[in-house]
């Protein structure tokens, strides 16, 4: 027969461990309400002092920029104070009141102080203003706040401290009763386990399933993403077949045009269709480059240069693009720093920017242009995408047009987009800014809203170094020519680009000697010893244009090469950079470009 006796003790072991269990849950909870209490004061505590900092930053904002909505913070805090002191009167009860009512007390001071500021700058006397900051009276009050907040704030962790203490010794003066309790834990813990592995299998299964799906999603998520991307190739593609199949219409219908007129022997009307040729060729030509820029494929030709200086040298050209209705202010300013970036892309990347501000004000208006020295900290980079924390040159164009709403100051970048309507632009310039932008390791930014106007801010990163600044010779003058002395070697495998390369140079006064592959033009090297330049494609069979010149500059050093190519990712351009010390012209190119860039190899310019 089983004793009852271990029976009736474990019974009492389990009533005194359930009587132990529910003491130590009541004590638990009030600990736990305490605790809470004291989140609480310390969030109001908190909240009081956010508010005067948020206030006083306000405060200072206005004073120094006049602008009213930097009021908006301190108006808040001036609303909001009150009622989170009552607050915290309410939560602390009626033993710390003097320290609420001397803070209550301070606050207003301190409210009064920055509304006097405030009243003074309102009434144009920031001097007076700023005499009132000066005096410290308002850095003595925030500081005598933060001590009575530090203080309350100890006073709430002492709180905390001593209740905890106390459930700990209520703890240990139990901890013989649940000890003994002990083997009927073990035996239910034993149930307990049985219970888990059941438990454990279950969620197993439970995970193995959400894999599966999660693995599904994701699938799916990849197809929605090919099919975006194709969606995006598809909307590009139909852009850059729309543009071009314009472009062409007018070359090839002028050239129709101009080969008619020149059977009937009017020699004007085939100037004038091979004018529209030629300019629908340049419209082309134009519509690649800022393709190549939007993907950050340009070849750039970076320079150390004051930005200052180039706004101030692009005025007239400025003033002519978006007519006299519209008034140009520049606030350049004082002590810019210097970038390394290609001065022709950011001259491009203003002219966009102006002609866009100009469209955006039909009626006439004002377009401002202002430079400065920025910094864009850690947060800022954080918080946008591809942005590094550092030194900035700012420029910056806004404009008092239309402005525009947010979804399509989202969509503003993308390519082919435009607000403008049909024939009124290719909706390629903001691309072609943005890509240049990106590919410079830079940033930019667009403010705007309707009816408010727009501005656009442009982050080009400071060039830190002893390099003086190089300036960009005009392109205007006469078309620099060569003699007959002067033999050009020509290197294209391409044989209609190769012969027209041969008419331009010897059009250009120079003899020219070509070449089809490397190997031919390796032969022509060593049979002419008077080769006065290399003009060569980059991509080609055998080696590349950069190999070959390797090659004829060993066996004849101060040979001079000049570089071409329509395809940027090659052996002369390097991260959309071409490579320091090498003469480069990009193709397409006009008569006037070979003919200055020719030049300037030749005589040891670049």
């Known amino acids: 027969m089983i004793s009852s006796i271990p029976l009736l ?4 072991l389990l009533f005194v461990a359930a009587i132990s269990a529910v003491f130590l849950a009541a004590q638990e909870q009030e600990i736990d309400t305490q605790i809470r209490h004291t989140f609480v004061v310390n969030d109001e505590l908190e909240r009081i002092q956010t508010l005067l900092i948020d206030a006083e930053s306000g405060q200072r904002g206005y004073l120094l920029t006049d602008r009213p909505s ?7 805090a001036k609303r909001a104070l009150p009622g989170e002191l ?24 301190k409210l009064a102080e920055l509304q006097n500021t405030v009243e003074l700058r309102s009434d144009s006397n920031p001097a007076a203003a700023l005499a ?56 239910l813990g034993v149930g307990t386990l049985i219970d888990n592995r059941r438990r454990l299998l279950a969620l197993q299964s439970a995970n193995k399933k959400l894999q599966n799906e999660a693995a599904e999603r994701r699938a799916a998520e990849t197809q929605v993403r090919q099919l975006q991307k194709m969606e995006a190739v598809g909307q590009l593609t139909g852009g850059i077949a729309h543009d071009f199949n314009n472009m062409l219409a007018i070359v090839i219908g002028s050239l129709d045009m101009a080969q008619r007129k020149l059977a009937g022997g009017d020699q004007a009307g085939v100037a004038k269709y091979l004018g529209h040729a030629n300019e629908g060729a340049q419209r082309a030509a134009v519509l690649t480059a800022r393709l190549l820029a939007f993907s950050r494929k340009a070849a750039l030709e970076p ?67 202002e430079t400065a020295n920025t910094y864009l900290d850690e947060r800022y980079a954080g918080a946008h995408n591809e942005v590094a924390a ?47 932008v990106k590919q410079s390791d830079g940033h930019v930014k667009i403010y ?77 090297f060593k049979a002419q010893p008077q080769i006065a330049l290399l003009f060569t494609d980059i991509v080609m069979p055998e080696m590349t244009g950069r190999e070959l010149a390797e090659r004829m500059t060993a066996l004849r050093p ?23 010390g090498t003469a480069f012209l990009p193709k397409p190119f006009t008569l006037d470009q070979l003919a200055r860039k020719v030049r300037a190899v030749i005589d040891g310019k670049e």
């Open 303 to 369: 320079r150390v240069f004051d930005v200052n200086r180039l706004v101030g040298g692009m005025s007239e050209l400025l003033r002519s693009t978006i007519g006299e209705q519209i008034a140009i202010e520049t606030v350049l300013a004082g002590g810019l720093w210097r970038i390394f970036a290609d001065p022709a892309q950011v001259e491009t990347v203003l002219l966009n920017l102006a002609v866009n501000a100009r469209d955006a004000m039909p009626n006439g208006g004002k377009l401002t242009i």
């Open 132 to 187: 009132v900051v000066n005096s410290d009276t308002g850095r003595r009050l925030m500081r005598r706040i933060r001590e009575i907040l530090a203080d309350m704030h100890a006073r709430q962790e002492k709180f905390l401290e001593d209740r905890s203490i106390e459930a700990a010794q209520v703890n240990n003066s139990r901890r013989t009763v649940l000890l003994a309790s002990v083997l009927l834990v073990i035996a």
């Open 9 to 12: 003790a474990g019974f009492i």
């Open 448 to 524: 705007s809203e309707p009816g408010e106007g727009t501005t656009v801010k442009v982050y080009l990163p400071r060039y830190v170094g002893q390099a003086t600044a190089v300036e960009r010779e005009g392109a205007g003058g006469a078309i620099p020519r060569g003699t007959l002395d002067e033999i050009v070697l020509v290197v294209e495998d391409d044989l209609k680009v190769k012969q027209m390369s041969i008419e331009a140079l010897r059009e250009l006064g120079y003899s020219v000697i070509d070449a089809q592959t490397p190997s031919e033009a390796m032969r022509e």
């Open 86 to 109: 009552g607050a915290l009167q309410s939560e602390l009860g009626v033993s710390p009141a003097s320290q609420v009512d001397e803070l209550r007390m301070i606050i207003r001071e």
């Open 390 to 436: 550092g030194q900035y040159v700012m420029l910056s164009v806004t404009d008092t047009g239309v402005g525009m709403p947010a979804d399509v100051v989202e969509r503003a970048f993308e390519p082919f987009f435009s607000t403008k309507g049909s024939g009124r632009g290719t909706g390629l310039g903001l691309s072609q800014v943005f890509g240049f």
């Open 558 to 580: 101060g040979l001079k090469v000049l570089f071409t190519t329509g395809y940027t990712q090659n052996a002369i351009v390097h991260n959309g950079i071409v490579d320091p």
């Open 70 to 76: 930097y009021l908006d913070s301190y108006n808040l």
